[in-house]
């Protein structure tokens, strides 16, 4: 648990949190693993869950008009849904393993109610979500 907390701390989604509460969000997260063209995520589907990459590389493809499709790589630190933290909505694009992945799922609720006293962790949260809702767009 001890590294998965170091990976949290890493990741800008969760700097300004407490580090008891990043040992909390770590303990409530479930362990995953994803062989290569598992997919993570799916264009479309609603859920509650985020996930931070431990380990590995996934690739992100999302349409970009008809018929086109713009793909990227991620790895160790990124997150896939955070915007499934603070709300439902259908996922805005497709994750797929690309090499084994080992991330933490991370549940809307349990991380809820780690940052209910805690606003500089919701305003961090809000404020990378809107950046990049705005890259996204632009």
């Not at 006293?117 to 990378?128: E, F, G, K, V, Y």
Request: hydrophobic letters at 45%; one cysteine or more.
């Amino acid at each position: 648990m001890k590294d998965e907390v170091q990976i949290l701390k890493a990741v800008p989604l969760f700097a300004r949190m407490p580090v008891q509460k990043l040992r909390m969000l770590a303990f409530t997260s479930e362990r995953v693993h994803f062989a290569p063209g598992d997919p993570i995520a799916r264009e479309g589907e609603m859920s509650s869950v985020a996930y931070v990459i431990l380990c590995g590389e996934a690739e992100v493809s999302a349409p970009a008009g008809v018929g086109s499709t713009v793909s990227g790589l991620i790895g160790e630190r990124d997150v896939i849904g955070e915007s499934a933290l603070l709300c439902e909505r259908p996922r805005i694009a497709s994750v797929t393993a690309k090499t084994e992945v080992v991330a933490l799922r991370v549940n809307r609720d349990c991380y809820m109610r780690l940052v209910a006293d805690c606003p500089h962790s919701t305003a961090q949260t809000i404020r990378l979500l809107g950046e990049r809702m705005n890259a996204t767009l632009c």
